[in-house]
């Protein structure tokens, strides 16, 4: 067994931890909307217009906080007219990037049922690449105008009077890729086009930029040619993991998996860096719109489905522990993506739903939401690897871990990133007696293992009653763990 202390200073306290952080991302991809978001009112599955009521509950759960949508590259071909008024007006389109027949069942409306229904924001992500200002405009104006005219006029037919008054607003996806392969120079041009239109019909909006193309170097030149900082409120970055195959994959592939993390650090401190340069006068906010693991199996084919594992959820607790602790910089974050596609929160089968590991993390770090970083320090054994990019070796500590204070709570949560050594933790509270105690252990027998609609509880959080002194809390995190402390100080 090893050993660890994490070493917390309660009155030494940083950024808010923005709700945002642990947001989602919903694409028009194989079964994420549909059958696993919408089934249509005459479904016979139990739903709210059209909407999965049982999705509904496991969102409204999560107290999920903000939800991306309509992609991904399906963005930069979706015109959003297609998806508003009666359904059996709607244009049946071709979904040009994930190679499937396009419905328009689920568009504008539905959407923001959804989110309303769930208790999100909605963010909208806008059509740069086959799309024009102009489209963009209209949206906005279907969505956010309260005046006369021809569109609100149309919104209020379609069942909707007052302005659904959506906040966010991307200027396109992967501009550098499937969104119209521009230079970041060039992206600069047409964002520049876009949000001084935007901007000047709703000043009250929040309008993301594309960034990170094939590295740091085009967000640098996107930047660097867009020098008006009043159009820009954050920056978005994109990462995907893979380490060997979903459920079956070695110890030394789990243990790179979690090195991989280095690179998403290096990917949050090269932007920050570049904002910090380039809009010293303003805080813009990276915004990590689209992350999560991404394994072999999942192809276009089978609609990006995968299993979803234990060690994918360890892993989704290690990156949002790497999220608030740059909640200085990181606006929001979501992962990809909501359902059946990717590392989701759910898989659906029919009228059958069962929540993932990666589910259950997300519940147990909702108490970090909105609350302050305090600064801690990890003293913990360390084991090398190489992360994807980065060219060199790296050290990488078996316990990943992210502290918050909210009133007389402190709350920790534990990753532990090795697949076969359990940790004894000790947490150290440094200037704070401990009042109360309690946590929760989110662990298996294997790394491997997933639920299943067999099994859906086969991973699964339990309570557990760590060892309690003065000031100090002693737990054993096992191998392939996720844990979460709450405190309460005196």
């Known amino acids: 067994m090893s050993q660890a202390q994490i070493s917390v200073w309660t009155a030494l306290r940083g950024a808010s931890i923005s709700p945002n952080l642990y947001g989602h991302f919903a694409e028009h991809l194989g079964r994420c909307i549909y059958e696993g978001i919408w089934v249509g009112p005459k479904s016979r ?47 049946k389109t071709v979904n040009l990037w994930w190679r499937q027949s396009e419905p328009n069942d689920f568009g504008t409306d539905e959407f923001m049922h959804f989110c309303r229904s769930v208790g999100a924001e909605p963010y909208i992500c806008l059509n740069v690449g086959s799309g024009s200002p102009r489209e963009a405009l209209e949206w906005l104006e279907y969505c956010n105008y ?18 659904y008054g959506v906040k966010f607003w991307g200027v396109g996806n992967e501009n550098w890729g499937c969104g119209g392969r521009y230079s970041g120079a060039d992206y600069a041009k047409q964002y520049i086009r876009f949000a001084t239109y935007l901007r000047a019909f709703d000043p009250s909006i929040q309008l993301i930029a594309c960034g990170h193309g094939p590295g740091p170097a085009w ?11 009043d159009l820009i409120d954050h920056i978005s970055v994109h990462r995907y993991f893979a380490r060997g195959k979903g459920a079956e994959f070695s110890d030394s592939e789990y243990r790179s998996l979690f090195g991989d993390l280095h690179t998403m650090e290096r990917d949050i ?46 892993f989704a607790g290690a990156c949002l522990n ?28 029919g009228a059958k739903m069962v929540l993932t590991p990666t589910y259950h993390v997300f519940e147990m ?49 534990l990753a532990n990133q090795t697949p076969d050594i359990d940790v004894e933790t000790k947490i150290v ?62």
């Open 45 to 91: 599955i139990a739903n709210q217009r059209g909407l999965r009521l049982d999705v509904i509950a496991a969102l409204s759960e999560l107290h999920a906080p903000v939800i991306r949508w309509p992609g991904g590259c399906f963005a930069d071909a979706y015109h959003w007219r297609d998806g508003i008024g009666r359904p059996e007006d709607r244009p």
């Open 322 to 349: 790497l999220f608030n602790r740059y909640a200085r910089r990181i606006t929001m974050a979501n992962i990809a993506q909501t359902i059946n596609v990717l590392q989701c929160l759910a898989h659906t089968s």
């Open 365 to 413: 770090m909702r108490p970090h939401m909105g609350a302050k970083l305090l600064m801690d320090e990890t003293s913990c054994d360390v084991y090398e690897t190489h992360p994807a990019g980065l060219g060199r070796k790296m050290e990488t500590g078996f316990i990943s871990s992210s502290v918050s204070l909210n009133g007389k709570r402190v709350f920790l949560t």
């Open 219 to 229: 967000s640098h030149d996107f930047c660097d040619a867009m020098s008006h900082a």
């Open 146 to 163: 309260g005046g006369e005219s021809t569109l609100t006029a149309l919104r209020k037919k379609n069942g909707q009077s007052e302005p």
């Open 269 to 314: 401190q090269a932007i920050d860096h570049l904002l910090g340069y380039f809009y010293p006068d303003k805080h813009v906010g990276l915004v990590i719109d689209e992350w999560g693991v991404w394994h072999p199996e999942a192809h276009t084919e089978n609609g990006l489905e995968q299993p979803n594992t234990l060690r994918d959820a360890v």
């Open 429 to 490: 509270l440094k200037d704070a007696s401990i009042a109360t105690v309690a946590g929760r252990l989110l662990h298996a027998s294997k790394p491997s293992d997933v639920n299943s609609f067999t099994e859906p509880k086969k991973v699964y959080p339990r309570r557990i009653k760590p060892e309690a002194k003065k000031n100090e809390v002693v737990l054993v995190l096992p191998a392939h763990a996720f844990a979460s402390i709450s405190i309460t100080i005196g």
